[in-house]
């Protein structure tokens, strides 16, 4: 497992890949906080928080992290590349951890240079260091493990075909689907005495939560297993392709 994932982060820096990344997450987030005028713009607003960091990042994440998964299996298996990695001593689960494991270090090494935005905003208010840290904390957290789910979600889709294009837009259905797909569906005529228990399987509700500063081991379990359910999904297709072959 670890060698897949030391492979997968040499590609992400080896190329632009892993570049294109952060820059494309910390540009758009710091256009829309300080740069571009309106609501989201922090120096206009003239509220010292952190609410336009969390309140962009999920949708910026919902493009980007799907465009680095996309290649992840799709291109293995476009390339014939997989086999070389089956002819290796790892199994189907370590392949599908190293993978996933270096999608989401990607996204932990996005995350870090908001630590920026965090002391920028410390600084900044009237009266400085009166910031809401344990929502900011909380949200942090929270943004991490919504990005990992965004991940699993995306190899998921990847193992599904050999095109990378196609892979892109299944991971950005699916991830749409658990971020924001369950509390639309919640609230459809004839839904409304189980609106909540709905609205309880998208990953917003969790968010939220966790936004608000409060670590509920609840969200934490919640998070942990969807991606561990997405990365069983991938192995169930990947031994399946092999049943197939085999056959």
């Given at each position: 497992?670890?060698?897949?994932f030391?492979?997968?982060?040499?590609?992400?820096f080896?190329?632009?890949?892993g570049y294109?990344?952060?820059?494309v997450?910390?540009?758009?987030?710091?256009l829309?906080?300080?740069?571009l005028?309106?609501?989201?713009?922090?120096?206009?607003?003239?509220?010292?928080?952190?609410?336009t960091?969390?309140?962009?990042?999920?949708w910026v994440?919902?493009?980007?992290v799907?465009?680095v998964?996309?290649?992840?299996?799709a291109?293995?298996?476009?390339?014939?590349?997989?086999?070389?990695?089956?002819?290796?001593?790892?199994t189907?689960r370590?392949?599908?951890?190293?993978k996933?494991?270096?999608?989401?270090?990607?996204?932990?090494?996005?995350?870090?240079?908001?630590?920026?935005?965090f002391?920028?905003?410390?600084?900044?208010?009237?009266?400085?260091?009166?910031?809401?840290q344990?929502?900011?904390?909380?949200?942090?957290?929270?943004?991490f493990?919504?990005?990992?789910?965004?991940a699993?979600a995306?190899?998921?889709?990847?193992?599904?075909?050999d095109?990378?294009?196609?892979?892109?837009?299944?991971?950005?259905?699916i991830?749409?689907?658990m971020?924001?797909?369950?509390?639309?569906?919640?609230y459809?005529?004839?839904?409304?005495k189980?609106?909540q228990f709905?609205i309880?399987f998208?990953?917003n509700?969790?968010?939220?939560?966790?936004?608000?500063?409060?670590?509920?081991?609840?969200?934490i379990?919640y998070?942990i297993?969807?991606s561990?359910?997405?990365?069983?999904?991938?192995?169930?297709?990947?031994i399946s392709?092999?049943?197939r072959?085999?056959s």
């Amino acid at each position: 497992m670890l060698a897949i994932f030391r492979k997968e982060i040499r590609g992400f820096f080896s190329s632009l890949t892993g570049y294109i990344v952060i820059i494309v997450f910390l540009l758009v987030n710091s256009l829309f906080m300080w740069v571009l005028p309106g609501e989201l713009n922090i120096l206009d607003s003239g509220y010292a928080g952190l609410d336009t960091l969390f309140f962009l990042s999920p949708w910026v994440f919902l493009f980007l992290v799907p465009a680095v998964t996309m290649r992840m299996i799709a291109e293995e298996k476009r390339l014939g590349t997989i086999e070389l990695l089956y002819s290796k001593p790892v199994t189907e689960r370590e392949i599908i951890w190293g993978k996933y494991l270096a999608s989401v270090a990607l996204v932990l090494l996005s995350l870090l240079p908001c630590l920026v935005y965090f002391f920028s905003v410390y600084a900044l208010g009237e009266t400085p260091g009166n910031l809401d840290q344990g929502g900011t904390w909380g949200a942090f957290i929270g943004l991490f493990f919504l990005a990992a789910i965004y991940a699993s979600a995306g190899i998921f889709a990847s193992s599904l075909t050999d095109n990378q294009v196609i892979a892109f837009i299944l991971a950005l259905l699916i991830c749409f689907i658990m971020f924001m797909g369950f509390d639309s569906f919640a609230y459809l005529p004839g839904l409304k005495k189980i609106d909540q228990f709905i609205i309880s399987f998208g990953i917003n509700e969790h968010y939220k939560s966790m936004s608000r500063g409060v670590i509920d081991i609840r969200d934490i379990v919640y998070f942990i297993a969807v991606s561990v359910i997405f990365n069983e999904a991938t192995r169930f297709v990947l031994i399946s392709r092999n049943w197939r072959k085999k056959s």
